[in-house]
Nanobody, 121 residues
């Protein structure tokens, strides 16, 4: 089972920056992609960005040009640099992985516990 540890959340003023990190550990799997989702109060969880182990990236339209996702394949770690933050970015940010496990067919998605990001106006 993949174990995910997130860090870097916190409180920041509008216009500020934060960098989130997520490290995956465990055995019996190969990670295909790592990414970030977020869930604001009263809203559904939404996609933010993803980084594949082929070094490709994808972003939600709402964060393009402000957020940058990067990864370290050797360390199974993904980062999310968030700039020009607005109060609308306030949410719990969840790290997610898509992995191939040796004991099952097809990709499996695993989730971290989440880290709170609060942007004050």
């Amino acid at each position: 089972q993949v174990q995910l540890v997130e860090s870097g959340g916190g409180l920041v003023q509008a216009g500020g920056s934060l960098k989130l990190s997520c490290a995956a550990s465990g055995s019996g799997f190969r990670i295909i992609a790592m990414g970030w989702y977020r869930q604001a109060p009263g809203k559904q969880r939404e996609f933010v960005a993803t980084f594949t182990m082929r070094n490709t990236t994808d972003y939600a339209d709402l964060v393009k040009g402000r957020f940058t996702i990067s990864g370290d394949n050797a360390k199974n770690t993904v980062y999310l640099q968030m700039n020009s933050l607005t109060p609308e970015d306030t949410a719990v940010y969840y790290c997610a992985t898509e992995s191939l496990y040796s004991d099952r067919k097809g990709p499996t998605q695993d989730w971290g516990q989440g880290t709170q990001v609060t942007v004050s106006s």
